[in-house]
């Protein structure tokens, strides 16, 4: 009886979790808020059939609905990474034949066999893990391949996600193979990760700003295009050491790079995470680092500053102290 219990609370807890912060996001009318909010309804929906499946029989058609829940579940995860790179700019029908699974199991939710003795389910839930799996490797690429240059948070949270989902799927094939032996195993392991993955996000804000993906939306510049363009702009300021300039602004680089100023703005805004300034004084403070390890203890903190590319003083400390969080002074004695 204690053991029912405890399942009940622990699974309604992280299904509480889930069905609260999915509503929200969904409600955000953001794009990768929608995502991630319809990620973690359909997956609250899985546990809930996972939840009452494991105290009682459930009717034909609704084990099948968990079981399309489950396969919506990785499409959603592996779209929700794409969104977060600005790949997604707008809803294509293709998206569509990503749930093309589990919409077969909606539609046939009332006769498509769910019986552990049938061969069919056998075959059928060996796919449905397999699937996931497959989502979660390719979520996996997505963000190993497009988030290098990213915000390290929000990669971090993305991998995060990938893990949490993962483990859940992996509880759940243990089970099925016969590993573990207790199906409640299923929902309270989710409702831990779930209870996880709400620590993170507290943690991880970033998650719920839109990194400049909505407000270029009607930009021409694609995000491979706006990538590339990132990485020769890195290239000519580090060549040319144009950060020295202590009057380099947005106009200058959008000149240099032949752009318009709206243009190198989003290049910087949505590549880089930093507002035009903040990229610009990174390199600065990159400059301001080697003096201070290189110059002699006698050399003034304003003379380094000038010669980093900073017009004065106070800019200096607290751009240093907001990408170090250390003063100057604190940064040259670890190396005295």
């Not at 390290?152 to 949490?164: D, G, M, N, S, V």
């Not at 009607?218 to 050491?241: N, P, T, W």
Request: with cysteine; aromatic share 16%; charged share 15%.
């Amino acid at each position: 009886m204690l053991e029912v219990v405890l399942v009940s609370i622990i699974s309604s807890l992280g299904l509480g979790l889930c069905y609260f912060f999915g509503i929200v996001f969904i409600r955000s009318k953001k794009r990768q808020h929608i995502l991630l909010g319809l990620l973690l309804m359909f997956l609250a929906l899985r546990i809930t059939k996972s939840v009452f499946y494991n105290f009682m029989e459930l009717p034909l058609f609704v084990k099948n609905l968990g079981l399309a829940a489950n396969l919506a579940v990785g499409p959603l995860l592996y779209l929700y990474g794409l969104s977060l790179t600005g790949s997604i700019q707008s809803f294509k029908f293709k998206y569509l034949f990503h749930f093309v699974p589990s919409l077969i199991y909606i539609f046939f939710s009332g006769v498509i066999p769910n019986a552990k003795d049938s061969a069919f389910w056998f075959y059928s839930y060996s796919f449905i893990l397999l699937q996931a799996l497959v989502y979660a490797s390719l979520s996996l690429y997505v963000c190993m391949k497009h988030m290098n240059n990213y915000d390290k948070k929000i990669k971090a949270w993305y991998l995060h996600l990938i893990f949490a989902l993962t483990g859940i799927w992996m509880v759940y094939m243990l089970i099925f193979i016969k590993v573990i032996p207790v199906y409640a195993a299923g929902p309270v392991t989710s409702s831990f990760l779930i209870f996880f993955l709400t620590y993170l996000a507290f943690n991880r804000h970033e998650i719920f700003s839109l990194n400049g993906i909505e407000k270029y939306r009607s930009s021409r510049l694609s995000f491979d295009q706006g990538s590339g363009y990132l990485v020769h702009l890195d290239a000519m300021i580090k060549e040319h050491k144009l950060y020295l300039n202590p009057n380099l602004n947005l106009g200058d680089l959008a000149e240099i790079m032949n752009l318009s100023t709206r243009e190198v703005s989003q290049i910087i805004n949505r590549h880089s995470h930093k507002n035009v300034a903040s990229y610009i004084n990174s390199y600065r403070i990159e400059e301001a680092k080697k003096l201070l390890k290189s110059e002699s203890p006698e050399s003034k903190i304003i003379s380094i500053a000038h010669d980093s590319g900073f017009n004065n003083l106070s800019t200096f400390n607290v751009a240093f102290k907001a990408m170090t969080n250390q003063t100057p002074t604190e940064y040259r004695a670890k190396f005295r």
